[in-house]
């Protein structure tokens, strides 16, 4: 039954990859892999020898001994976990679509228009690059890709360039969300898990990861894509329509970055920081549109404009479903190959059967090649379960450079796939980025990124 359930997630990943080829949306692929591989999970419960506690990230022990009601409620409990997890991630991603098209309303993004005050395609590459490196690490690589990229649908009007400086933020976004410890879910994990500390992320990573950024930045400004100059837009296109868009954008913003600091002070999960910034953002949207309140939203544009409908109908109305959607079907569908234990093994395979090749680490012996193949991985299944796999698979200590090594192999190993990170999930979505244009364009950019990052790693845990 396993073995169906891989075959099934093989093929849904190919639909979802060809999907330009079948002309179905990705979302329906996913959708459907999810569905059937828990439906086969359900129906082979029995079956199975092991089971993935992903609260405990370990293997239970002896769950082939136990009974088939046994087996079910854990299975309903997991499922339950992995639904809360991705509800999560939804919820927030939700929250940050809003604002950002509440901004977008108030046409915010026009005073940051205002403030590129270049037409040269790779000036605004390099800006986008360093916006998307630092940005990332105060607000996540998944909302600092949303933003960067609403932003950059304003400025760079031709799709067919604008796809390019997508993928390139996708790799600085992944880059700058190591050295934060809520930059990217992963270094989230290793953080809540006490396996990294603020401070000793900042001193391994930062410069591995501001490498793995630059490299890709400095090859890709040679390429024929940033040569010469986008359009310049009239100066009624930049000239901001509405008096408020100025303190919409900073309210934004400023709402956006709030929530790693609502989180630091209560504990609580993102999701609640991002609700609480979307509540105060909203209440200000509604008093400045000096619009009537509405329980509903009819579509009517002509309605809207006569003021009888409010900003925030209006922005939840813009948001890009098919994309949240997408990231549900990918997200369970991953789980239900974590659940059976078939990503903890192939991790610990990985450990077991590599040749200690390069500087190995110390304490277990776990050679840089695992943990490098661990970032290729990344890219392929998803970073969140092979990092929940190590969590249960290592014992170093705390700040031990084998963590941080997970760290900068998971996060920025993502890049060489679209799919293989939520900020690339999310630019896909977005910009409807097809899987096979990234490949040849960008994910050769991602590797060297990669590589050049991990051979500064293993200078800088030697000095410090």
């Not at 796809?163 to 700058?176: E, P, R, T, V």
């Not at 879910?185 to 930062?206: A, D, E, N, R, S």
């Not at 948001?319 to 990918?330: K, Q, T």
Request: charge should be negative; include cysteine.
């Amino acid at each position: 039954m396993e073995t169906i359930i891989i075959i099934v997630f093989v093929l849904g990943y190919l639909a979802i990859t060809l999907e330009h080829n079948f002309k179905i949306d990705k979302l329906i692929p996913a959708l459907v892999m999810m569905a059937i591989c828990w439906a086969l999970v359900a129906l082979g419960i029995d079956t199975f020898p092991q089971w993935f506690d992903s609260a405990k990230h370990t293997l239970i022990e002896n769950f082939g001994s136990l009974g088939l009601e046994e087996k079910f409620h854990i299975m309903e409990g997991t499922l339950l976990h992995h639904l809360g997890k991705t509800a999560e991630i939804i919820v927030f991603l939700l929250g940050a679509m809003t604002i950002v098209e509440i901004i977008d309303y108030f046409d915010g993004f026009s005073t940051i228009k205002s403030y590129v005050k270049t037409n040269s395609k790779k000036r605004i590459l390099w800006i986008f690059g360093f916006l998307a490196f630092f940005l990332s690490a105060i607000i996540d690589n998944l909302t600092a890709t949303i933003v960067l990229i609403s932003i950059l649908q304003k400025i760079v009007l031709d799709r067919n360039i604008r796809i390019w400086y997508a993928g390139l933020i996708i790799i600085a976004a992944n880059a700058g969300g190591t050295w934060s410890p809520i930059g990217d879910v992963t270094t989230t994990m290793l953080w809540i898990g006490k396996k990294v500390t603020t401070g000793h992320l900042f001193v391994y990573l930062f410069i591995p990861a501001l490498l793995c950024m630059m490299v890709p930045f400095f090859i890709a400004s040679f390429l024929p894509a940033f040569k010469g100059t986008i359009p310049t837009p009239d100066e009624e296109t930049i000239k901001p329509t509405s008096k408020y868009s100025s303190i919409m954008l900073y309210l934004g913003l400023g709402g956006i970055i709030s929530v790693p600091i609502f989180k630091t002070l209560t504990h609580l999960p993102p999701y609640v920081g991002m609700m609480l910034a979307l509540g105060v953002v909203a209440t200000f949207a509604e008093i400045y549109s000096n619009r009537k309140f509405a329980l509903t939203y009819d579509g009517d544009e002509s309605a809207d404009l006569q003021g009888h409908h409010s900003p925030v109908h209006h922005s939840l109305s813009k948001i890009e479903m098919p994309s949240i959607l997408f990231f549900l079907g990918i997200l369970m569908a991953v789980a239900a190959l974590e659940s059976l234990g078939t990503l903890f093994n192939f991790a610990g395979s990985l450990q077991t059967h590599m040749p200690m090749l390069g500087t190995e680490l110390h304490h277990e012996g776990v050679s840089d090649l695992v943990v490098l193949l661990l970032g290729v991985g990344s890219a392929v299944i998803d970073n969140v379960p092979l990092v929940a796999a190590s969590l249960g698979m290592f014992s170093e200590p705390i700040d031990n450079e084998l963590w941080h090594f997970i760290a900068y192999s998971a996060g920025t190993g993502g890049s060489m796939l679209i799919i293989g990170s939520a900020a690339g999930v999310v630019a896909m979505g977005m910009e409807k980025i097809d899987f096979f244009w990234y490949l040849k364009n960008i994910a050769w950019l991602a590797l060297i990124g990669f590589l050049v990052g991990a051979i500064a790693f293993m200078f800088t845990r030697t000095i410090f």
